[in-house]
T-cell receptor, first 116, second 111 residues
Framework: GAVVSQHPSRVICKSGTSVKIECRSL??????MFWYRQFPKKSLMLMAT?????????EQGVEKDKFLINHASLTLSTLTVTSAHPEDSSFYIC????????????FGDGTRLSIL | SQQGEEDPQALSIQEGENATMNCSYK?????LQWYRQNSGRGLVHLIL?????REKHSGRLRVTLDTSKKSSSLLITASRAADTASYFC???????????FGTGTRLQVTL
C-alpha cells in the first residue's frame, strides 16, 4: 500500500536551532501534502497545505516565517521550524492523499520535537 | 477551522465488549473518515464514508453517517486489547483533500 515516510522521528535541540523535517511519499506521487501539529492528548491541527511547485497555503494563525515549507518534488515536502523555541515543542505529522482529493490520506509516523 | 467534537473523550471497556464513538461536525461535507492513532505514532485510515452513504462496514468496524444531524458513529465489535488507541473522525469538504479532525476518543481495552 501507499507509504509516507517522515524523518526524523525524534529531535531534541537547543533553543534557537532550526529544525528540518522531511516527508516523503515512497510509492506514489503527491502534488499535495499536509502538515499537522498535535499537542499531547489533543487532536491534529492543520498547519499548512504543501503544494508541489508553488507556495504553501498556511492556516490562519500559523506563522509563515516560523514554519517554512518547501515541496520541490512530487515525492518530498519539508517543514523547517526556524529559530525554534520551547513553545514550538510538539508532535508534527505529515500526510498525503495517494488517491487524490476526497480520498483517504496516508500519514507519516510523526516527528517529536523537543526544544530545550 | 471548525473542529468537530467527539464523545466520549475517553472510553474504557473489557475485551470482547463493543465500543461506540460518536462524532459531530459543523459544516457540509463530502465525506467523513475515521482514523486510528497508536500512542506517539502517525494515523492509520480505517473507513471513509461519503455524504450520500448512511452506513459502511469493514471487518469489525461499522460506521454510520447522519448528515441531517451532522453526526457519525464508529462501532468496534468484539474489541481486543490491540484496539487500544485514539480514534479520530475527520471531515473532507469541497474539492480539496484538506481534512478537519475531531477531538478524538481515547479507547482503552483491558483483558
Amino acid at each position: 500500500g501507499a507509504v509516507v515516510s517522515q524523518h526524523p522521528s525524534r529531535v531534541i535541540c537547543k533553543s534557537g536551532t532550526s529544525v528540518k523535517i522531511e516527508c516523503r511519499s515512497l510509492d506514489f506521487q503527491a502534488t499535495t501534502m499536509f502538515w499537522y501539529r498535535q499537542f499531547p492528548k489533543k487532536s491534529l491541527m492543520l498547519m499548512a497545505t504543501s503544494n508541489e511547485g508553488s507556495k504553501a497555503t498556511y492556516e490562519q494563525g500559523v506563522e509563515k516565517d516560523k514554519f517554512l515549507i518547501n515541496h520541490a518534488s512530487l515525492t518530498l515536502s519539508t517543514l523547517t521550524v526556524t529559530s525554534a523555541h520551547p513553545e514550538d515543542s510538539s508532535f508534527y505529522i505529515c500526510s498525503a492523499p495517494p488517491g487524490g482529493s476526497n480520498q483517504p490520506q496516508h500519514f507519516g509516523d510523526g516527528t517529536r520535537l523537543s526544544i530545550l | 477551522s471548525q473542529q468537530g467534537e467527539e464523545d466520549p473523550q475517553a472510553l474504557s471497556i473489557q475485551e470482547g465488549e463493543n465500543a461506540t464513538m460518536n462524532c459531530s461536525y459543523k459544516t457540509s461535507i463530502n465525506n467523513l473518515q475515521w482514523y486510528r492513532q497508536n500512542s506517539g505514532r502517525g494515523l492509520v485510515h480505517l473507513i471513509l464514508i461519503r455524504s450520500n452513504e448512511r452506513e459502511k462496514h469493514s471487518g469489525r468496524l461499522r460506521v454510520t453517517l447522519d448528515t441531517s444531524k451532522k453526526s457519525s458513529s464508529l462501532l468496534i465489535t468484539a474489541s481486543r486489547a490491540a484496539d487500544t488507541a485514539s480514534y479520530f473522525c475527520a471531515t473532507g469538504a469541497g474539492t480539496a483533500s484538506k481534512l478537519t479532525f475531531g477531538t478524538g476518543t481515547r479507547l482503552q481495552v483491558t483483558l
